[in-house]
């Protein structure tokens, strides 16, 4: 991933053109899962930000922060398992597209990737021929990593 010291400055400018505040608690996360090749749960988050103390936060105070993260677009949240990721495009000033998520079932590593317009109205078209309608236009999808299935060679 890019220098991690870059994408945090370019979520500090975000957060200030916007109102919001990215506190150094919400920085020591968001760090912790740009350093992560992996998706991270909430507990493990908290084992990884610990404050210089060696002091725990409180279970609910991560999951706040994650919060706050996810709805300023910095991090997102795979419904599969329950775990986080950094969002791909945080230093990105385009407009994000639909993500899709290769997720290796071994190494757990996440790959972020964009959906064309055309296949998610296929996919909205699809679901509303069976009767339904698409809350989330994300995408998870589990598979094994060529790193992972190199090893298995």
Same mark, same amino acid.
Do not use: W
């Given at each position: &991933?890019?220098?991690?010291?870059?994408?945090?400055?370019?979520?500090? $400018?975000?957060?200030?053109?916007?109102?919001?505040?990215?506190?150094?608690?919400?920085?020591?996360? %968001?760090?912790?899962? %740009?350093?992560?090749?992996?998706? =991270?749960? /909430?507990?493990?988050?908290?084992? =990884?930000?610990?404050?210089?103390?060696? #002091?725990?936060?409180?279970?609910?105070?991560?999951?706040?922060?994650?919060?706050?993260?996810?709805?300023?677009?910095?991090?997102?949240? =795979?419904?599969?398992? #329950?775990?986080?990721? /950094?969002?791909?495009?945080?230093?990105?000033?385009?407009?994000?597209?639909?993500?899709?998520?290769?997720?290796?079932?071994?190494?757990?590593?996440?790959?972020?990737? *964009?959906?064309?317009?055309?296949? &998610?109205?296929? &996919?909205?078209?699809?679901?509303?021929? /069976?009767?339904?309608? %698409?809350?989330?236009?994300?995408?998870?999808? *589990?598979?094994?990593?060529?790193?992972?299935? *190199? $090893?298995?060679?």
């Amino acid at each position: &991933m890019k220098d991690i010291e870059k994408i945090i400055d370019h979520a500090k $400018k975000y957060c200030v053109e916007n109102g919001l505040n990215l506190t150094k608690k919400r920085r020591r996360v %968001l760090h912790a899962l %740009l350093e992560s090749r992996s998706a =991270l749960s /909430a507990y493990e988050l908290r084992e =990884l930000c610990k404050t210089e103390a060696g #002091n725990l936060l409180p279970a609910m105070s991560i999951y706040r922060i994650l919060e706050f993260l996810q709805d300023a677009g910095f991090v997102h949240r =795979l419904n599969i398992s #329950n775990r986080y990721t /950094a969002c791909t495009h945080i230093a990105c000033d385009h407009e994000h597209l639909f993500s899709q998520f290769l997720i290796c079932v071994k190494c757990q590593v996440v790959t972020e990737i *964009n959906i064309s317009e055309l296949t &998610m109205r296929n &996919m909205r078209d699809n679901a509303e021929s /069976a009767g339904f309608e %698409l809350e989330s236009p994300q995408l998870e999808i *589990n598979g094994v990593c060529y790193i992972c299935k *190199n $090893k298995a060679a």
